[in-house]
């Protein structure tokens, strides 16, 4: 299974920015995707999971402005960021595994390689 994102940017407080992640090799057994972040100087975390059924999570930070989604047709996640905080600066990573619950822990097989993310004005 290979990742890769695509997207990210530069953005102002207050905007919006949508990233991408291409999925190949055996998608169609993938349960559970997700995106997580990693700013400098800090952990990576969990942003937003979405399970095969389509169910979603969300991190408490993010909840109401960010939405996943994926195209199974295309293969692709994506997550589309809205009313934008400095405080989501950060490299941002989809990742994907066969198994299952649903969550937010980073204990995903599968990463992409990250995507920057800067929100300043």
């Known amino acids: 299974v290979q990742l890769a994102e695509t997207g990210g940017g530069t953005v102002q407080p207050g905007g919006s920015l949508s990233v991408s992640c291409e999925i190949s090799?055996?998608?169609?057994?993938?349960?559970?995707m997700g995106w997580f972040r990693q700013a400098p100087g800090k952990e990576r975390e969990g942003v937003a999971g979405?399970?095969?059924?389509?169910?979603?999570l969300y991190a408490d930070s993010v909840k109401g402005r960010f939405t996943i989604s994926r195209d199974n047709a295309k293969n692709t996640l994506y997550l589309q960021m809205n009313s934008l905080k400095p405080e989501d600066t950060a490299i941002y990573y989809c990742?994907?595994?066969?198994?299952?619950?649903?969550?937010?822990?980073?204990?995903?097989?599968?990463w992409g390689q990250g995507t920057q993310v800067t929100v300043s004005s």
């Open positions: 090799g055996f998608p169609d057994t993938i349960l559970c």
């Open positions: 979405i399970s095969s059924a389509g169910n979603t």
């Open positions: 990742a994907a595994d066969f198994r299952g619950p649903l969550r937010l822990r980073s204990d995903f097989a599968y």
